[in-house]
């Protein structure tokens, strides 16, 4: 009975590793480790979405994300919020975002990130949504978005929390 007990024990310690692996979505494109990737839930009519992820350079030379697409818009930007003189502004970055070697670069709200633009559906909570990103180097990578509630400000861990920034 003991055994069966230990035993037990070890299966549940692995399911719950197994369900932190699968909330913790990892992408590998080239020398880039993608990890994060999450959006908020869409009001109906909205026709823009913001797309947040963390890419970790483990390479020698710069890479750039420069674009991406998916079916759930018409149009896919990367776009930087920032203050200037008290006010915040948006603005896309035409030239893409650079990844330097041995740094990480973190798109999420109210900084770097990536916009979904004419919507053809609202996002809802808990579905995921497919993208392809291209990066300068890397190539094409495809990935999907964890859609979080409305008013989320990170992806939820998988114990139901909210990640750290």
């Known amino acids: ?7 037990l024990a070890g299966v549940a310690a692995l399911m719950v590793v197994a369900a932190a692996s699968a ?5 590998k ?3 880039l480790v993608i990890t994060q990737p999450w959006s908020r839930a869409t009001p109906t009519g909205a026709k823009v979405a913001g797309g947040y992820l963390t890419i970790e350079n483990k390479g020698s030379a710069p890479d750039r994300l420069v674009g991406g697409a998916g079916d759930v818009a018409g149009k896919l930007e990367i776009h930087e919020m ?5 006010v915040m502004t948006m603005r896309p970055l035409d030239k893409g975002l650079a990844i330097e070697p041995g740094k990480t670069v973190k798109l999420a709200p109210g900084g770097y ?4 633009m004419d919507l053809k559906n609202p996002l809802k909570q808990g579905e995921k949504v497919p993208l ?7 190539g094409k990578v495809t990935l999907s978005l964890d ?7 990170a992806p939820m861990d998988h114990s139901g929390g909210h990640m750290k920034k």
């Open 1 to 7: 009975m003991k055994n069966l007990t230990l035993m």
């Open 23 to 27: 909330g913790a979505q990892e992408t």
């Open 29 to 31: 494109a080239g020398d």
């Open 82 to 86: 920032a203050m200037n003189n008290g």
């Open 113 to 116: 990130h990536l916009m979904l």
């Open 132 to 138: 392809m990103l291209e990066f300068e180097k890397a």
């Open 147 to 153: 859609v979080q509630g409305v008013g989320a400000q």
